[in-house]
């Protein structure tokens, strides 16, 4: 019943879970641009600025791990990225083909 229902309800689960990598991604790049304009000054990586920033590097790269754990947990299950040729996964190649090429490099 649950592997049913995870079959599915994939893609909807791929979906939610590639558009939080993807967010997370952008808020590392943010955060790491911020980290990289203080660090130029010396005075300026004291500031509260530059360790949130450091911080958040730190939170996103987690959350992208974690998401991408969580994507081969639902592959493991459901076999989507077999599937990729079907109508309801097309938003993978369309709008997030980056989170997937970077999925299939990492061979998670």
């Known amino acids: ?12 689960i791929l979906k939610k879970i590639v558009t ?3 967010a ?13 304009q203080t660090a130029e000054n010396g005075a ?11 911080a958040g590097i ?3 790269y987690a ?4 998401g991408f754990n969580e994507m081969a947990q639902l592959d493991a299950i459901t076999g989507w990225s077999d599937n990729l040729h079907q109508d309801r996964f097309k938003f993978m ?8 090429a970077e999925y299939r490099e990492r061979g998670v």
């Open 1 to 12: 019943m649950e592997k049913e229902l995870l079959r599915r309800y994939c893609a909807i």
């Open 93 to 100: 190649s369309a709008k997030y083909a980056g989170v997937l």
């Open 58 to 60: 730190e939170h996103y």
């Open 44 to 54: 300026e990586v004291r500031t509260m600025r530059h360790w949130r920033a450091a």
């Open 20 to 22: 939080d990598i993807a």
């Open 63 to 66: 959350e992208i791990e974690r």
């Open 24 to 36: 997370n991604q952008r808020k590392k790049e943010r955060a790491t641009d911020t980290a990289l």
